[in-house]
Every structure is written in C-alpha cells, then in structure tokens.
C-alpha cells in the first residue's frame, strides 16, 4: 500500500514543481514586458493634450447658494469654485505608462495633476450631493449627482443615492438608463456599481 501512496506523492511533487516553474516563468515575461513598455514610456517625446476631454465644472447648476450657513457645505462649495478655475481630465483605469505612451513622458506630471483634479472633483461632487439630500434638496441632490455620473464618476454610492433619488421620485427608468454609462466605466468599480442598479431596480 505504501508504493501507490509513494507513487502518488512523486506524481504531485512533480507536477507542483512544473506549475511553479511555469508561473515563474510567466512573471517574469510580465515583468520583461512591463519594463520594456516603461521604457518606451519614458522616451516618448511630448505631445499635444489638445485632445483631451476636459471637464467644465458649471457652478451655476451646482445650487451654490443653498446652505450659506453650514460648515461642511462650505468647504465643498469652496473646493468646487477651486475646481472650477482648474483643468481637469478623468484618467481613472489609466495607467501612468500608458498616459506616457499616449501624450508623452514630459506631461505625466501635468496630467497626473488634471487626473487628481477629477479625483477631488467626484469625491467633492458626491459629499455635496449627500449634504443637499440630507437637507431636503432632493431634486438639487439629483441633477449633482448626475452631472458627476456624466463625467465618469466611479464612486458606488453617488449611483447609490442616485437611485434613491429616482425611486423616490418614482422614476425608476432612469436607473436602467444609467446602465450604458456604467457599462464605459473603465475602473475596477464597474460591478460593484451595476449591482447597485440592479438591487435598486428589483
């Protein structure tokens, strides 16, 4: 009884030892290949960013004048204004060597700057949202949030509280429309978001 269990064991070790190799293999191809692309990254040469989709905060449509006396809203309302005067690009899924490749090793910096923008821009969207809807302004909560939406934003519960907002309203079809917006996201959020939809919509 002992050979067959020895037999079995040598089969395993074996084939243990030939994934193991061959995973070691592949992330080292992996890490071949992720150097070789830096490399090109880094020697590209500047291009233009004319084609860039820059993002225009509208603080007219933002209800920047409600709330004048509480603290919170303040300091969202000051950021969007700060935002407002800046340039700002939504990159989110986009590595840094792939914006090098693209646009060009010189611009990283800059472009990293408009993406962190877009950051502090959804997350700043979002908490002003919140801050309406737990005030009363429902509908001014809404049109917020579905600006950011139309910028790409990824943050789950911007969707969350949108779809709140729509079943309050009883316009529950406008959840399923939210749904080829979701589909372009490029950022590891897009599940979490469609079944966010999808409750909301049961």
Known sequence: MKFPFFASF???????????????????????????????????????????????????????????????????KETLRTLSESQIVNFTGITNTDLKLKYGAPNIDLLSRYDQNYTILARTLNQWAHCLHQNGYSKEAREVLEFAVSTGTDISSSYKLLCKIYLEENTPEKIQALYPTVDALNSAMKNAIVRILQEAGQ
Not at 12 to 35: N, P, Q
Not at 42 to 52: G, Q, W
């Open 10 to 76: 040598l089969v395993f070790v074996v084939w243990l030892t030939y994934e193991i190799s061959k995973h070691d293999k592949m992330d080292a191809e992996k890490e071949r290949s992720f150097w070789a692309k830096e490399h090109r990254a880094n020697n590209t040469r500047r291009k233009s960013l004319e084609d860039l989709s820059y993002i225009t905060v509208p603080l007219d449509s933002l209800f920047l004048q409600l709330l004048p006396d509480d603290e919170k809203a303040a300091e969202y």
